[in-house]
């Protein structure tokens, strides 16, 4: 759900995405529907300011979708070597951290689409990231 409460998303093991707006409480309207990746979306999130949507599939891949522009793919994620299972964004919406079984966490910059940090050595796949940084100043 978007921080503001405006749209609600949802993902399916076909690579689809679905838009709903509320129309009470209790009900939603669908609006837009996409086709996202051609294999599983393992997870979709909004980042914290309501400007990007990202999915993660089981094609190896995190897409980055512009919520302004209608859900326009913006850019795709692509240095891990498996399935990615989750991604979160950072509070300030400008980082996102993926996690794979290819045994790795990745910390991606939003802003040009590459990786900051690499982090290797785990010896199971990574299939929950978390991170805590609205404190940090």
Not at 57 to 61: E, G, L, Q, V
């Given at each position: 759900m978007a921080a503001d409460a405006s749209f609600v998303v949802a993902a399916n093991n076909k690579g689809?995405?679905?838009v709903w707006n509320p129309k009470s409480s209790k009900e939603y309207a669908p609006v837009k529907k996409f086709q996202a990746h051609d294999s599983y979306i393992l997870k979709c999130v909004l980042s914290p300011d309501v400007s990007y949507l990202a999915t993660a599939?089981?094609?190896?891949?995190v897409k980055l979708w512009n919520v302004a522009d209608g859900f326009a793919l913006e850019k795709t994620l692509a240095d891990h070597q498996r399935w990615v299972w989750d991604c979160v964004f950072s509070a300030d919406s400008s980082y996102l951290v993926t996690g794979s079984s290819d045994h790795t966490a990745r910390l991606w910059s939003i802003g040009d689409g590459e990786t900051i940090m690499h982090y290797a050595g785990h010896h199971?796949?990574?299939?929950?990231?978390?991170?805590n940084d609205q404190?940090?100043?």
């Open positions: 689809s995405c679905f599939s089981a094609d190896k891949t199971k796949a990574c299939v929950a990231v978390a991170l404190n940090l100043q």
